[in-house]
């Protein structure tokens, strides 16, 4: 592994804790779907600047199945495919798709019709160990899934060894500078336990108390990390640009309300058990209400990565010897 890469391994994290994550979350996560269903918007607007017809299509980390209509419609042709390790997410897509649902009420006839005839086939696994032959589509999506992932640097190896040649990745994840905002409040929390250790008068049971090593934020990975994983697995053209969206909250409980629903840290659920949990879920609230803007309210800020990129023609096998195709043969001994 690269060293560039070293810091997208998160080593306290593995797809099981993952799975368990958003296996709790699966019920309430409607409730935050904005944030990727605005992110699939933007992805559809980068889409219509791509010239592709696929007919066979896999949504990695498909979740509850909110794009499946949409991609479905635009390519009307295709297959849809879904994976996701959580398997209570999946158990949502059939609602979400049932004749009775609003959802598809909305849809057009012709995709309301494929819908109720042919369910998307459903997978429950690890879009980094993906259970499918080589070469099985023609286009991978996935919508703020990537960040999940453990070993971001493995996924885009995969990704490469199912697609056919020529086709198309397209992914939306999380930058750095997310939720920088809950980065600062619970720094700051952290300065505030560790200078209290530091007052012989201090009256500890007073004093929020510091968090486990494994409460805080996940580390997202750069886009120029991205970037060069994607070469380095295969692929060739990508395009990576960045973009941020700030979501504003009346109160610093519902800021924190969403972000459990997101899953973004995941690795606090215990935090909240208990007194000390209380008390350190107050000291975090105290925290991001000193960072309360002018206008009253307070923000969250996302860093939005897109990325595409497609399947280059294999140049060279597993054991590292060149492949020359036989037209490139002919054309060097016709140039000799």
Same mark, same amino acid.
């Given at each position: 592994m690269s060293s560039s890469y070293t810091d997208s391994v998160r080593p306290d994290a593995d797809i099981r804790r993952i799975t368990r994550i958003f296996d709790r979350r699966a019920a309430s996560f409607g409730d935050v779907a904005f944030l990727p269903r605005e992110v699939a918007q933007r992805m559809r607007e980068r889409l219509d600047y791509i010239k592709v017809a696929p007919t066979t299509v896999l949504d990695a980390g498909c979740g509850r199945g909110d794009d499946f209509a949409s991609l479905a419609e635009r390519f009307a042709q295709s297959t849809v495919f879904g994976i996701d390790a959580s398997g209570r997410m999946l158990s949502h897509v059939a609602s979400l798709i049932a004749p009775a649902s609003g959802l598809q009420r909305l849809l057009p006839g012709a995709i309301r019709d494929r819908f109720t005839a042919r369910r998307p086939p459903l997978v429950q696994g690890d879009f980094g160990a993906l259970p499918f032959a080589p070469a099985a589509f023609d286009l991978i999506w996935s919508n703020l899934a990537l960040h999940w992932h453990p070993r971001p640097h493995e996924v885009f190896p995969e990704w490469n060894r199912v697609l056919k040649t020529g086709g198309l990745l397209m992914f939306s994840t999380l930058g750095p500078d997310s939720l920088k905002e809950l980065r600062a409040a619970l720094a700051e929390i952290g300065s505030d336990n560790r200078a209290a250790a530091g007052q012989v008068a201090a009256r500890p049971v007073l004093n929020p108390p510091p968090g486990p090593p494994d409460r805080g934020v996940i580390a997202f990975t750069d886009m120029h990390d991205f970037g060069d994983m994607l070469v380095n697995s295969g692929f060739e053209v990508p395009v990576m640009?960045?973009?941020?969206?700030?979501?504003?909250?009346?109160? =610093?409980?519902?800021?924190? =309300?969403?972000?459990?629903?997101?899953?973004?840290?995941?690795?606090?659920?215990? =935090?909240?058990?208990?007194?000390?949990?209380?008390?350190? /879920?107050?000291?975090?609230?105290?925290?991001?209400?000193?960072?309360?803007?002018?206008?009253?309210?307070?923000?969250?800020?996302?860093?939005?990565?897109?990325?595409?990129?497609?399947?280059?023609?294999?140049?060279?096998?597993?054991?590292?010897?060149?492949?020359? /195709?036989?037209?490139?043969?002919?054309?060097?001994?016709?140039?000799?």
């Amino acid at each position: 592994m690269s060293s560039s890469y070293t810091d997208s391994v998160r080593p306290d994290a593995d797809i099981r804790r993952i799975t368990r994550i958003f296996d709790r979350r699966a019920a309430s996560f409607g409730d935050v779907a904005f944030l990727p269903r605005e992110v699939a918007q933007r992805m559809r607007e980068r889409l219509d600047y791509i010239k592709v017809a696929p007919t066979t299509v896999l949504d990695a980390g498909c979740g509850r199945g909110d794009d499946f209509a949409s991609l479905a419609e635009r390519f009307a042709q295709s297959t849809v495919f879904g994976i996701d390790a959580s398997g209570r997410m999946l158990s949502h897509v059939a609602s979400l798709i049932a004749p009775a649902s609003g959802l598809q009420r909305l849809l057009p006839g012709a995709i309301r019709d494929r819908f109720t005839a042919r369910r998307p086939p459903l997978v429950q696994g690890d879009f980094g160990a993906l259970p499918f032959a080589p070469a099985a589509f023609d286009l991978i999506w996935s919508n703020l899934a990537l960040h999940w992932h453990p070993r971001p640097h493995e996924v885009f190896p995969e990704w490469n060894r199912v697609l056919k040649t020529g086709g198309l990745l397209m992914f939306s994840t999380l930058g750095p500078d997310s939720l920088k905002e809950l980065r600062a409040a619970l720094a700051e929390i952290g300065s505030d336990n560790r200078a209290a250790a530091g007052q012989v008068a201090a009256r500890p049971v007073l004093n929020p108390p510091p968090g486990p090593p494994d409460r805080g934020v996940i580390a997202f990975t750069d886009m120029h990390d991205f970037g060069d994983m994607l070469v380095n697995s295969g692929f060739e053209v990508p395009v990576m640009d960045v973009e941020r969206l700030t979501v504003t909250y009346p109160s =610093a409980e519902k800021l924190l =309300a969403d972000v459990r629903r997101w899953g973004a840290y995941p690795f606090a659920d215990r =935090a909240f058990e208990g007194l000390a949990g209380k008390r350190w /879920r107050a000291a975090l609230c105290t925290a991001l209400e000193r960072a309360r803007r002018s206008d009253g309210t307070l923000a969250l800020t996302f860093e939005l990565v897109y990325g595409h990129a497609w399947k280059a023609v294999q140049t060279m096998t597993p054991e590292g010897h060149a492949i020359v /195709r036989a037209d490139q043969i002919g054309g060097r001994r016709g140039r000799a």
